[in-house]
């Protein structure tokens, strides 16, 4: 959903940029910024320092957060776009959220193509200006990460990839880009001091996530027949959805406590306001079953 939020933009952080990146090329730096790497890598840190180092340059500057398991800007399950612009010494933003609707791209590669092409195309209709996207860590070419990346950029045509890597481990994907001259790659070497994380601290960390957007949710009752619900009406218990406009951004997700067949009506518990609820025309189904009292949660289908 958009929105304007005035003040200083919690999310970014004036850290050290590596020197492959330092002020003279940030003044040049323009168009889809994609940054690429594995897990734990510091995509993350980095990407909040560019794009904190960008908008004080350059005025503006847009960020995709495109990692639904690890994301930042916006909660699990979605991607999340912000638009960032300095007035008077804060940072104005409008942001826009895509469902994705499980917190890894694995058996979800075609939502997670279609959310950045999305969410790209908006920033580049919104404004002018460098658009950095982060992206998850999913690079095992066994997994289908390899090919995703390579269609990522064949669809988004980035002017910039920044790869990340410890010790090469990218670089049989990775050269071909270079001789075909398909994007300019900034290479540079994780830092030594990035923290590696287990599952069980990306579960928890998630659930947190979970926690706190759903703080200020209550029960609501929809008549489902009114809206188009994708990919069909399965509305089994705890099943994490959501609500979006007609133009596919999420108004706001939502969690399944109960279904009546027969009057066609789904109880949902969401944050959704009585405003926002005005503008849904899609109920779109994920693939993940939250447990709203403790936020543990798991991915659910033929993919689980």
Not at 24 to 36: E, T
Not at 125 to 141: F, Y
Not at 182 to 195: E, G, N, W, Y
Not at 226 to 247: I, K, M, T, W
Request: hydrophobic content about 40%; overall charge positive.
């Amino acid at each position: 959903m958009p929105h304007n939020t005035g003040g200083v933009h919690p999310h970014l952080s004036a850290g050290h940029l590596p020197a492959e990146l330092n002020e003279s090329k940030l003044m040049d730096l323009a168009g889809l910024i994609m940054v690429v790497g594995a897990s734990d890598a510091g995509k993350t840190t980095l990407v909040r320092s560019l794009v904190s180092r960008l908008l004080a340059l350059q005025g503006r500057v847009a960020c995709i957060d495109a990692d639904p398991g690890q994301s930042r800007l916006g909660p699990p399950t979605t991607f999340s776009l912000e638009l960032l612009k300095q007035s008077n010494g804060h940072a104005i933003k409008k942001s826009w959220q895509r469902f994705i609707g499980s917190v890894s791209p694995a058996g979800h590669m075609l939502q997670v193509l279609a959310g950045c092409g999305r969410l790209v195309q908006k920033a580049r209709e919104t404004m002018d200006g460098a658009i950095v996207m982060d992206t998850s860590g999913l690079v095992d070419p066994q997994k289908g990460g390899v090919r995703l990346k390579l269609a990522k950029i064949d669809l988004l045509e980035p002017s910039v990839l920044i790869v990340l890597q410890k010790a090469g481990e990218l670089e049989f994907w990775v050269r071909p880009l270079r001789s075909a001259r398909i994007t300019r790659v900034v290479d540079i070497r994780c830092a030594a001091a990035v923290r590696q994380r287990d599952f069980s601290q990306r579960q928890a960390h998630r659930e947190a996530a979970l926690r706190r957007y759903f703080t200020h949710a209550g029960i609501r009752t929809f008549y489902w027949p009114d809206y188009g619900v994708f990919p069909d009406p399965s509305f089994f218990r705890h099943r994490l959805l959501a609500f979006e406009d007609r133009q596919g951004f999420v108004l706001k997700l939502g969690i399944v406590t109960g279904c009546d067949i027969a009057a066609k009506e789904v109880s949902v518990w969401t944050p959704l306001t009585e405003t926002q609820s005005r503008r849904v025309a899609v109920i779109s189904l994920g693939d993940v079953v939250v447990d709203p009292s403790s936020f543990t949660h798991s991915i659910t289908g033929p993919n689980a």
